[in-house]
């Protein structure tokens, strides 16, 4: 029997995911997706929000473990997978990718951030990495940290590098 074909959601993440382990230690992850679409309006002329959708998302190994520590609950995400059954109005998908929407938001990976950077925010590994440098410009010391879904403050210079300043 071939398998379902793979489709595209785009919805925000409710509530925290949820991680198990197979019994032979395969990671399995579990996560609530709600989209609500639009629909026209043709006697109001005007856009307005249909009914909400619900999704049950599941991942595996890898992916399974990233989506664990990455989503959060109101993060937009693109997921492209296959649809396997419903469930007491929700939608069961087995998901293949898991993308952030950068639609109202910046994702900082490892790869996109300095090399200094990169260790000061690389995953948790049984190997300690190595310690941030000691010294820290004054500006960057002044300033409040910065909260969550913010970037820190050095992004900012950074990401100016050879541009010419504004007047």
């Known amino acids: 029997m071939p398998k379902a074909p793979t489709v595209p959601f785009v919805g925000t993440v409710t509530g925290s995911p949820e991680t198990r382990f197979t019994g032979s230690g395969i990671t399995v992850t579990r996560f609530r ?18 009914a909400p959708v619900h999704y049950i998302c599941t991942v595996w190994r890898d992916l399974a473990r990233n989506a ?19 469930r007491d109005g929700d939608i069961l998908v087995s998901a293949d990718e898991i993308g952030v929407s950068l639609r109202a938001r910046i994702a900082y990976t490892a790869a996109s951030l300095p090399p200094q950077a990169a260790l000061v925010h690389a995953p948790h590994t049984s190997t300690p990495a190595p310690p941030p440098p000691a010294v820290q410009p004054a500006a960057a010391t002044a300033r409040p940290a ?15 590098e050879g541009w010419p300043r504004r007047v």
């Open 146 to 160: 910065p909260g969550p879904g913010h970037p820190p403050h050095w992004w900012e210079e950074k990401r100016a």
């Open 33 to 50: 997706l709600t989209t609500v679409p639009s629909e026209w309006d043709a006697q109001a002329r005007q856009w307005r929000d249909a």
């Open 68 to 86: 664990a520590e990455s989503l959060v609950d109101g993060v937009e995400v693109i997921v492209h997978g296959r649809i396997t059954g419903a």
